[in-house]
């Protein structure tokens, strides 16, 4: 799927396929609490790098 990379994109993609923060930074290599602070918007937006790792562990291709 292609998708817009936003806070609430990673969020719903993420429990739409059953993940929750700790299963997703396993796959990504990122901590939870980093997830946890990229869906909440409190960091400045990722880098490219960030983002399509996060795509490539939920199986997506996120654009910005």
Same mark, same amino acid.
């Given at each position: 799927?292609?998708?817009? &990379?936003?806070?609430?994109?990673? @969020?719903?993609? $993420?429990?739409?396929?059953? =993940? ?7 796959? +990504?290599?990122?901590?939870?609490? &980093?997830?946890?602070?990229?869906? @909440?918007?409190? $960091?400045?937006?990722?880098? =490219? ?7 490539? +562990? ?7």
């Amino acid at each position: 799927f292609l998708v817009e &990379y936003t806070p609430v994109s990673l @969020r719903i993609i $993420r429990e739409g396929l059953g =993940l929750n923060r700790y299963e997703l930074a396993a796959l +990504s290599g990122m901590s939870a609490s &980093y997830l946890e602070d990229l869906e @909440r918007g409190e $960091r400045v937006r990722p880098s =490219l790098e960030i983002i399509a790792k996060l795509g490539e +562990s939920l199986n997506v291709i996120f654009f910005t």
